[in-house]
């Protein structure tokens, strides 16, 4: 979404951008240490939320999602993963309480990258309620789970958008992701072909040999 503005406004003609390559490997071969026993796990139904805790991110609509979603599905919890700003982070914590759900609301903090994968692992949904679908989505469906996420708006910014993978809502509200999450709980089956399809898109465009090959590319016009 930056070019447009380097180009049109800046006058910078020649700008090229490289989307990372994502090997594919690393998320098959996850060495799960996360402990089941740690957080009672067993039989739970797993919402993770990745990224930086702001306001922008919107944690509190998953909040409200879970509180929703455990009214059908008492055993489900949340995973809010990540760090930022220690104010809003209490004022998340002091919400879960207020909802009665603190117990169902677990924040993991900074993880390292290794240990993400074991969360995307773990998970069955992937919630993102931010403004741009970023690259959690894309290691979301590498994982092989469903991700959910707010349309940015038409056109859409950022590059996972315009792919239409996984289930991009129009309202970013908490009924809306409930009611596909409600949906998906009931019959994961329907949505295994989407998964599929949707690592397939994925991995056309955010693969280690594209990445290289743009690269290259990139190196042969500067030359």
Known sequence: SLIPKLKNVYKIAHVFYILPGFDEKEFMHVNLRLSIEKYKLQRKKIIIMPGVLHPAKSQNIAIDTL?????????????????????????????????????????????????????????????????????????????????????????????????????????????????VIYAYFNNPQKYKKRILKDMEKVKKLYSLDRFTQETLNVFSMSN
């Not at 055993?75 to 209490?90: H, V």
């Not at 056109?155 to 289930?167: D, F, K, R, S, T």
């Open 67 to 179: 509180v929703l979603i455990k009214e059908s599905f008492p055993e489900a919890i949340l995973f809010i993963i990540g760090s930022g700003d220690r104010l809003y982070t209490k004022s998340l914590r002091e919400y879960t309480r207020t909802q009665n759900i603190g117990d169902s609301v677990i924040f993991t903090g900074y993880v390292e990258d290794e240990e993400l994968k074991e969360y995307y692992m773990i998970a069955d949904i992937v919630l993102q309620c931010g403004p741009i679908a970023g690259f959690t989505i894309v290691e979301a469906i590498y994982s092989k789970k469903l991700a959910i996420y707010p349309t940015s708006g038409n056109p859409p910014l950022g590059p996972v958008e315009p792919l239409q993978v996984g289930i991009i809502l129009k309202n970013n509200t908490s009924y809306e992701y409930a009611k």
